[in-house]
């Protein structure tokens, strides 16, 4: 789950600072790669941590219940990043039917 955290912070890192200093480098797909990549992550890590770790009656351990809840946290986050895919993907979809390069202005010709 470390793993998990500091690849969605690299990730978060790229689609919110690369668009806005280093357009050259933001593509849309890449984006929706990684996206999806930090999705699986979440939901694998989530699941093994259940499997082997997780309890659901702690009786009072404090370590239990802290294995409970990055479960419980693992899933929202694997929750919050299948609405950025889901989102991101829709407008990947979109956008595929609309030219990427505005149209050539026509030159003004006074009459």
Same mark, same amino acid.
């Given at each position: %789950?470390?793993?998990?955290?500091? #690849?969605?912070? /690299?990730?978060?890192?790229?689609?919110?600072? =690369? $668009?806005? +200093? #280093?357009?050259? *480098? *933001?593509?849309? +797909? !890449?984006?929706?790669?990684?996206?999806? /990549?930090? %999705?699986? #992550?979440? *939901?694998?890590?989530?699941?093994?941590?259940?499997?082997?770790?997780?309890? $659901?009656?702690?009786?009072?351990?404090? +370590?239990?219940? !802290?294995?409970?809840?990055?479960?419980? *946290?693992?899933? #929202?986050?694997? !929750?919050?990043? =299948? =609405?950025?895919?889901? /989102?991101?993907?829709?407008?990947?979809?979109?956008?595929?039917?609309?030219? =990427?390069?505005?149209?050539?202005?026509? $030159?003004?010709?006074?009459?």
């Amino acid at each position: %789950m470390v793993f998990n955290s500091v #690849f969605s912070l /690299v990730v978060l890192a790229y689609l919110a600072l =690369t $668009p806005l +200093y #280093f357009a050259r *480098f *933001f593509h849309r +797909y !890449a984006a929706l790669g990684l996206e999806s /990549v930090a %999705m699986i #992550f979440w *939901f694998a890590g989530s699941i093994a941590l259940a499997a082997n770790w997780a309890h $659901p009656r702690c009786g009072g351990n404090s +370590y239990c219940g !802290a294995v409970n809840a990055a479960v419980a *946290f693992g899933f #929202f986050l694997w !929750a919050l990043f =299948t =609405t950025f895919v889901v /989102v991101d993907a829709s407008e990947v979809l979109r956008s595929r039917r609309q030219p =990427t390069t505005a149209p050539a202005a026509k $030159p003004y010709v006074a009459a």
